[in-house]
Nanobody, 114 residues
Framework: QVQLVESGGGLVQPGESLRLSCVIS????????MGWYRQAPGKQRELVAR???????EYGDSVKGRFTISRDNAKNTIYLQMNSLKPEDTAVYYC????????WGQGTQVTVSL
């Protein structure tokens, strides 16, 4: 199985930035489908950003132009740079990697509030 550990969440004000990290327990160069999802209270989990292989990335409509997904294969880590945060970005953010099935981290809370 694959273990994923997220970090970097916290409480920020609108307009500020955060960077989330997800350390994955195997060589991510062999994992083509991985990324970030989020779930707000009372809502379904939704895609934030993900890698689809061959350098292709996909973003949720609500974060396009504000969030950027990146990876460091040497560190087996993926990142989510979140800029211009809004209160509606408040959610638990989950790292996901598809390897012998879907694997999820425990989540990290992001709260955007004055």
């Amino acid at each position: 199985q694959v273990q994923l550990v997220e970090s970097g969440g916290g409480l920020v004000q609108p307009g500020e930035s955060l960077r989330l990290s997800c350390v994955i327990s195997r060589d991510i160069a062999s994992i083509y489908n991985m990324g970030w999802y989020r779930q707000a209270p009372g809502k379904q989990r939704e895609l934030v950003a993900r890698f689809l292989g061959s350098g292709v990335t996909e973003y949720g409509d609500s974060v396009k132009g504000r969030f950027t997904i990146s990876r460091d294969n040497a560190k087996n880590t993926i990142y989510l740079q979140m800029n211009s945060l809004k209160p509606e970005d408040t959610a638990v953010y989950y790292c996901n990697a598809f390897y012998n099935g879907a694997n999820w981290g425990q989540g990290t809370q992001v709260t955007v509030s004055l």
